[in-house]
Nanobody, 123 residues
């Protein structure tokens, strides 16, 4: 079992920044890919970024490349999503998730989900 708790959402003006955190607990966390997804009202939940607890790589959706940075702190079992140059279209509930699959972007591959945190970007 893996438990995930997100924090850091809020209200920000376009062009601003926010940092989301996802605190993870459970056994064998090192075996998991940690993903970020988001869901805007009336839309499907979509992939944002993914990182593993070991290794240098991270993957991003094209819509956030160059603006969002995914990172981790292994000592704290926490992953972060630094979001810069925010746009109104980034407004959504952001979810942290965990998957055994390798750097997967597919929602169906993620077995564990946090409760979500709201990000609202105003113009």
């Amino acid at each position: 079992q893996v438990q995930l708790v997100e924090s850091g959402g809020g209200l920000v003006q376009a062009g601003g920044s926010l940092r989301l955190s996802c605190a993870a607990s459970g056994r064998t966390l090192s075996s998991y890919t940690m993903g970020w997804f988001r869901q805007a009202p009336g839309k499907e939940r979509e992939f944002v970024a993914a990182i593993r607890w070991s290794g240098p790589s991270t993957v991003y959706a094209d819509s956030v490349k160059g603006r969002f940075t995914n990172s981790r702190d292994n000592a704290k079992n926490t992953v972060y999503l630094q979001m810069n140059s925010l746009k109104t279209e980034d407004t959504a509930v952001y979810y942290c998730a965990a998957s055994i699959a390798w750097y997967t972007k597919l929602r169906r591959d993620y077995n564990y989900w946090g409760q979500g945190t709201q990000v609202t970007v105003t113009s």
